[in-house]
């Protein structure tokens, strides 16, 4: 999104210190909006400001609560994916200990073999 200079006045900054950051960081309303809301500001009753503040501010925690199920839901993947690499890698490290132990015991099962034949011999 291209960073947009809005045209605030100072006394509107002043007046609506927690408003005028709602509108700015609104997500559902677009650029021209935005500016519109603010050069309404001063002709709006006091109701109105009340519920847009409102609105604006109840947004702003929809769309929190999103990020923060979406953040979760990241790392609980990147959890999951963690879990899958390691039970990939103790899978990995199970199968080279077992083939390790098979030919361990091929050996000496082997070497059992030649020592009988060497005491049948003698």
Do not use: C
Not at 18 to 28: A, D, G, H, M, N
Not at 46 to 55: F, G
Not at 74 to 86: A, L, N, P, S, Y
């Amino acid at each position: 999104m291209a960073d947009h200079t809005f045209v605030i006045p100072e006394e509107i900054q002043k007046k609506h210190p927690t408003l005028i950051p709602l509108i700015i960081r609104s997500e559902s309303m677009n650029e021209e909006e935005k500016q519109y809301w603010i050069n309404i500001l001063p002709v709006m009753t006091l109701d109105q400001v009340e519920k847009l503040t409102k609105i604006l501010h109840d947004e702003r925690i929809q769309l929190d609560a999103i990020d923060a199920k979406y953040a979760k839901k990241i790392e609980t993947i990147g959890q999951e994916e963690f879990v899958k690499r390691v039970e990939e890698k103790r899978y990995q490290q199970r199968t080279d200990r077992t083939k390790v132990e098979k030919s361990t015991e091929i050996e000496e099962q082997e070497r059992e073999n030649i020592i009988l034949r060497n005491i049948e011999e003698t």
